[in-house]
């Protein structure tokens, strides 16, 4: 978790965001959304997301809004961006896709 002067930043974790790791990911919300700035949340490491966290994702968004600013989630893999596509998430929260590794 790192603390950038224009926005909070976070890691997401690694592998599965799920009921056993949405409670951590809360935590870390809560903090960010404390800060007052924009909050950042990277899921580069990010495979899977169950309803609990998106459920955290939603609730901390509505938090961070309250608060007079943004969440973003970035470097999602495709599984992840099409769980979210496909719940409305990203029609709330702004989800970006990770970009296309170098083919070269």
Do not use: K
Request: hydrophobic content about 40%.
């Amino acid at each position: 978790m790192g603390n950038g002067s224009s926005s909070f930043e976070l890691g997401a974790g690694d592998g599965e965001l799920d009921m056993g790791t949405a409670g951590g990911l809360r935590e870390c919300l809560v903090h960010a959304c404390e800060q007052g700035l924009p909050v950042v949340v990277d899921f580069a490491a990010v495979t899977f997301v169950d309803s609990s966290a998106l459920a955290v994702l939603a609730s901390a968004n509505r938090h961070i809004r309250d608060n007079g600013c943004d969440l973003t989630v970035i470097n999602c893999s495709p599984r992840v961006f099409t769980t979210m596509t496909l719940t409305g998430l990203d029609g709330v929260i702004d989800v970006r896709q990770a970009a296309p590794e170098d083919t070269e």
